[in-house]
């Protein structure tokens, strides 16, 4: 699933490639895959908007549209959007927009789990912790979500009403950095390890952005390329090969659900 760097490297190709194009051809090609907040038709009511901006909001995309409304993209586990000069045969093709200028921009999704919803103003992507990459994101921005909580660090870091656009490898990746065991309780964390934590996050995610994203099943950005941060995972998908720092083997537990990757020796 598309985690944070991902979603990020997607929108930034996107803001490039779409950015103040107008949409000329709405073709929904599989109903359940979009969502209308408004009254009316989907395609008639997105026709003939310009695409303003596309920002990131946590692990959603938000197209904002000249109108004030939004264009929301939800990828989950398999989605995909691509920009395309001519639309490409695609089984797993659920939305097509054809803009002005020529061009196209499809929205493909294997599972069929992800979904684009117009909105009257991108409220989609409301209930959502802070950004881990917003400077308002500070160490005591973080104790104060922590504060109190009895539930494991690993699990609460994917409490997207907590912290927003954190998943589970870059969770794992930032815990082991920190050197903070996955089932610590959240709020028991002293002061310098909640900082410790703090600037692993940040680390991890500007690091993983950088190197566009991670491509652990058939991630590629909306330029069709993959990404490189699975080549430098500490933790992430290692079980029982050894640590980059002690060489002890990497254990695999699983936290609400999630496969948890952990060095027994590094992170306490
Ligand atoms: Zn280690």
């Known amino acids: 699933m598309p985690e944070l760097p991902e979603v990020e490297t997607i929108v930034r190709g996107l803001a490039r490639a779409v950015s103040g194009r107008r949409i000329a051809e709405v073709r929904v090609e599989m109903a359940g895959s979009v969502v209308n907040d408004l009254p009316g038709d989907f395609a008639e009511t997105l026709r003939g908007e310009r695409i303003e901006s596309v920002t990131r909001r946590a692990k959603f995309v938000v197209m904002r549209l ?28 659920r939305l097509r927009l054809r803009f002005e200028d020529g061009g196209w921009l499809r929205f493909s999704d294997v599972r069929r789990f992800g979904r684009v919803r117009l ?29 109190g909580r009895r539930t494991p660090i690993k699990s609460l870091l994917l409490d997207q009403s907590r912290l927003a656009g954190v998943g589970n490898i870059y969770a794992c990746e930032a815990l082991y950095l920190a050197g903070i065991h996955p089932k610590r309780r959240a709020g028991g964390l002293s002061k310098a390890r909640v900082e410790r934590l703090h600037a692993a996050l940040i680390r991890v995610l ?40 002690c060489h002890a083997p990497i254990k695999r537990v699983t936290l609400a659900q999630r496969g948890t990757f952990y060095c027994p020796r590094c992170q306490r």
Not at 130 to 144: I, K, S, V
Not at 225 to 244: D, H, K, M, P, W
């Open 66 to 93: 000249g109108s004030g409304r939004a264009l929301t993209v939800h990828l989950r586990m398999t989605g995909r959007l691509i920009v395309e000069a001519q639309p490409q045969e695609d089984a797993y093709s």
């Open 119 to 147: 909105t009257a103003d991108g409220a989609w992507a409301a209930g959502l912790g802070p950004e881990p990459l917003d400077p308002a994101f500070t160490p005591e921005a973080l104790r104060g979500l922590l504060e």
């Open 206 to 245: 500007g690091r993983a952005i950088r190197m566009r994203g991670s491509s652990i099943d058939d991630y590629v950005d909306a330029e069709g390329l993959r990404g490189g941060f699975q080549n430098t995972l500490a933790v992430y998908g290692r079980e029982g090969l050894s640590c980059r720092r």
